[in-house]
């Protein structure tokens, strides 16, 4: 029989990860039976959990339905059972070899375990040579060199989190991947871990999904299972347990790196809540939308000062300090897909946001019209990313295929750079933080859907923007873009400490004594 091609494959969302964060040798999970025991019972739970909500929206079906004139419940299970087994062809099969099905699929986690070496499995006949182990161990180390980037990818049923290793030598690949619960739908890196007592730097990923709870997973864990640990819980009715968190699937993520305890999600539900991380509980949630909120983003400079923007058209930024809901509001044209700070301006409170329109806005916090307007693209501009070292250089994507690299340095933005990245439609888009131009993007091509763009292969952006970094127009690719001078220490800089006054001081405290103020400490 031949193989069919996958149904979908596409690329969701992704997130770099910046140098040294990973381990040089992440480690390999082992396995248990009490954790398999516990897997198994959790993934029953989860299922049943399932059957218990089809069954709800089932019978509001069947309520609506039999309140037309003339059908009858009766009828409609009739109806309902005649359709679903002409389709499925189930006639020959009985309630009790579902059951037996259904319990062997779960079970199938047992033949899953993974072994720390050929030498411990069991179904492994040729067994691991010394010579080959040291080989695999280097092969499999990360350098100080590298970059991770954290890619969430949906192929056919799957949904998998792919974690690439990438270097300035072009070298690209997979280092590992784990198998999601749940379609990923956006993407957050962040070091600070709760569940470290000494508040070590980690190396972690929070990932919203079309579930409404947040799981965050160790990306310097091989073969694990389950998340480090989550943010919410879904309501059970049947046992009477209250929902905490959002209701409906979470779209966007921002983590506060000037107060690392602070993790922001916005969801379908109309919400954002502010999560304090050192507790896993809801520290505050704004309620001001009228539809789904796609984007966020915390400003550079102010802890408490938070950018969304949602499919009702509007951008709003808020002041989280205190009780109150208070923030500016600027209505634009179509659905807001993408919000960010421009944190090169001459202006610190200028932030950029883009829309389903095709269209780039330049907002100025204290003004009631938007600066610039831009027609950057003919369909939905999905994702937009300045240069993390290089002023005034943007990059957009868009679902018209296209990438367009834009100087908004001036007052009047200018195209420096459109091409059809052949990734289909586009879907996400990140920068290296230690590289000023090299970009990673997504799409929906089956056969090609991402890919890593150093955009110094344009001639055009060489003699846009190499200056603007110390690089000469006519530098050559293999040239340092961290440290082109060669001097001093090319290690990315700790982010800045903002000092709160007595009126300016959040309610989320940061908390004293984490991993950042260490780092602060040794400069």
């Known amino acids: 029989?031949?193989?069919?091609?996958?149904?979908?494959?596409?690329?969701?969302?992704?997130?770099?990860?910046?140098?040294g964060a990973a381990k040089t040798n992440p480690e390999k999970v082992e396995i248990s039976k009490e954790d398999l025991a516990r897997i198994i019972a959790q993934t029953k739970d989860n299922i049943q959990e399932l059957e218990e909500v089809k069954e709800e929206d089932y019978?509001?079906?069947?309520?609506?339905?039999?309140?037309?004139?003339?059908?009858?419940?009766?009828?409609?299970?009739?109806?309902?059972?005649?359709?679903?087994?002409?389709?499925?062809?189930?006639?020959?099969?009985?309630?009790?070899?579902?059951?037996?099905?259904?319990?062997?699929?779960i079970l199938q986690l047992g033949s899953m375990a993974i072994h720390a070496s050929n030498e411990e499995d069991p179904y492994v006949t040729v067994k691991d040579d010394e010579e080959d182990d040291d080989s695999?161990?280097?092969?499999?180390?990360?350098?100080?060199?590298?970059?991770?980037?954290?890619?969430?990818h949906v192929e056919g049923e799957a949904a998998i989190l792919e974690v690439y290793v990438y270097n300035e030598e072009g070298s690209l690949y997979v280092h590992h991947d784990i198998l999601l619960p749940a379609v990923p739908l956006c993407m957050e890196w962040l070091n600070y871990d709760p569940c470290d007592e000494q508040l070590k730097p980690a190396n972690l990923a929070a990932i919203g999904s079309m579930s409404p709870v947040i799981e965050v997973w160790d990306l310097d864990l091989v073969n694990c299972l389950e998340p480090a640990f989550t943010l919410g819980q879904k309501g059970k009715k049947k046992k009477k347990l209250p929902g905490v968190g959002h209701k409906k699937p979470v779209l966007s993520l921002a983590w506060n790196?000037?107060?690392?305890?602070?993790?922001?999600?916005?969801?379908?539900?109309?919400?954002?809540?502010?999560?304090?991380?050192q507790h896993g509980t809801v520290a505050k949630q704004l309620k001001s939308f009228e539809e789904k909120v796609q984007s966020l983003a915390w400003h550079h400079q102010e802890p408490h000062t938070l950018a969304a923007g949602s499919c009702d058209g509007k951008v709003r930024i808020f002041d989280c300090r205190g009780d109150d809901e208070s923030c500016k509001t600027w209505?634009?044209?179509?659905e807001v897909e993408a919000v960010l700070w421009d944190n090169f301006s001459s202006s610190p409170y200028n932030c950029l946001a883009s829309t389903d329109k095709g269209k780039v806005y330049m907002i100025d916090a204290r003004k009631e019209q938007p600066l610039w307007t831009l027609d950057a693209h003919t369909d939905t501009c999905s994702a937009m990313r300045l240069s993390p070292k290089c002023p005034g250089c943007l990059v957009t994507v868009s679902s018209d295929k296209n990438v367009k690299i834009w100087d908004i340095h001036s007052e009047k933005p200018t195209l420096v750079e459109c091409k059809d990245a052949k990734l289909g439609t586009m879907t996400c888009l990140a920068s290296c933080p230690d590289l000023p131009f090299v970009f990673c993007?997504?799409?929906?091509?089956?056969?090609?859907?991402?890919?890593?763009?150093?955009?110094?292969?344009?001639?055009?952006?060489?003699?846009?923007?190499?200056?603007?970094?110390?690089?000469?127009?006519?530098?050559?690719?293999?040239?340092?873009?961290?440290?082109?001078?060669?001097?001093?220490?090319?290690?990315?800089?700790?982010?800045?400490?903002?000092?709160?006054?007595?009126?300016?001081?959040?309610?989320?405290?940061?908390?004293?004594?984490?991993?950042?103020?260490?780092?602060?400490r040794k400069f």
């Open 257 to 277: 790196r000037q107060m690392e305890h602070v993790l922001a999600s916005g969801s379908v539900d109309e919400t954002v809540i502010l999560w304090d991380l």
């Open 59 to 105: 019978e509001a079906i069947e309520n609506e339905a039999s309140a037309a004139p003339g059908t009858s419940k009766k009828a409609l299970r009739e109806d309902d059972t005649i359709d679903f087994d002409s389709r499925y062809q189930l006639k020959d099969y009985d309630e009790d070899d579902e059951e037996e099905d259904k319990m062997n699929q």
């Open 136 to 152: 695999e161990v280097e092969n499999h180390a990360i350098m100080s060199s590298d970059n991770l980037i954290a890619v969430g």
């Open 441 to 520: 993007m997504g799409g929906d091509n089956k056969k090609n859907n991402f890919k890593v763009w150093d955009i110094r292969e344009s001639e055009k952006v060489r003699g846009t923007f190499c200056e603007r970094v110390g690089l000469p127009a006519d530098c050559d690719m293999d040239v340092d873009q961290e440290n082109p001078a060669g001097e001093g220490d090319s290690r990315p800089q700790p982010v800045a400490s903002q000092g709160a006054t007595a009126n300016s001081r959040p309610t989320f405290k940061k908390k004293k004594g984490g991993h950042l103020d260490k780092r602060r």
């Open 1 to 19: 029989m031949e193989e069919t091609e996958e149904s979908v494959n596409f690329i969701t969302c992704a997130v770099w990860v910046p140098r």
């Open 331 to 334: 209505k634009l044209e179509g």
